[in-house]
T-cell receptor, first 111, second 111 residues
Framework: ETGVTQSPTHLIKTRGQQVTLRCSSQ?????VSWYQQALGQGPQFIFQ???????GRGNFPPRFSGLQFPNYSSELNVNALELDDSALYLC??????????FGPGTRLTVL | GQNIDQPTEMTATEGAIVQINCTYQ??????LFWYQQHAGEAPTFLSY????GLEEKGRFSSFLSRSKGYSYLLLKELQMKDSASYLC????????????FGGGTRLMVKP
């Protein structure tokens, strides 16, 4: 148990819909990173939030957006869902640049 | 950008030793991480190297050579529960706490 929680556990959506995924960081952590992990591949960095500001972004289109709240929890929003967005979405929290602790992930299926 | 390579699959016998290699090419380097990921679960932190040399932690050790862009994870006294994917991840200079992951090495431990 890392103390990082994510909701929901599983989610099924259809193409074109929008989705919001949530993450609660470990107590005392101020940085949240989001990753997308397709089946059989390593996680790919989406973006990172530090003290409520976006602090880095990977190679993902603008329809992937996020928020971090004053309690350091975070949301990942994906608009206009595509079939290829089907993946495990991982949230990781850390204290600044220290080691990242991952949550259990949200399995998103887009039909 | 970064390029991280690790073998896709490896098989080893219970009680044996296995070495999982990782090579990387990066424009800047600020640490290399190893994570273990069981099927359907979140990655869990194993080790961190930022200086050359060997870091030992129980049955697991990790080695780094920055000049060669090379790391390995050494697992001793293999147990069946070590069957998992092992992810190599590099953090780049001036990239916050963003990690770039390799595709992962799926290790199967046989009796």
């Amino acid at each position: 148990e890392t103390g990082v929680t994510q909701s929901p556990t599983h989610l099924i959506k259809t193409r074109g819909q929008q989705v919001t995924l949530r993450c609660s960081s470990q107590s005392g952590h101020n940085t949240v990173s989001w990753y997308q992990q397709a089946l059989g591949q390593g996680p790919q960095f989406i973006f990172q939030y530090y003290r409520e500001e976006e602090n880095g972004r990977g190679n993902f289109p603008p329809r992937f957006s996020g928020l971090q709240f004053p309690n350091y929890s975070s949301e990942l929003n994906v608009n206009a869902l595509e079939l290829d967005d089907s993946a495990l979405y991982l949230c990781a929290s850390s204290l600044s640049n220290n080691e990242q602790f991952f949550g259990p992930g949200t399995r998103l299926t887009v039909l | 950008g970064q390029n991280i390579d690790q073998p896709t699959e490896m098989t080893a016998t219970e009680g044996a030793i296995v070495q999982i290699n990782c090579t990387y090419q990066t424009s800047g380097f600020n640490g290399l991480f190893w994570y273990q990921q069981h099927a359907g679960e979140a990655p869990t932190f194993l080790s961190y190297n930022v200086l050359d040399g060997l870091e030992e932690k129980g049955r697991f050790s990790s080695f780094l050579s920055r000049s060669k862009g090379y790391s390995y994870l050494l697992l001793k006294e293999l147990q069946m529960k070590d069957s998992a994917s092992y992810l190599c991840a590099v953090r780049e200079d001036n990239a916050g706490n963003m990690l770039t992951f390799g595709g992962g090495t799926r290790l199967m431990v046989k009796p």
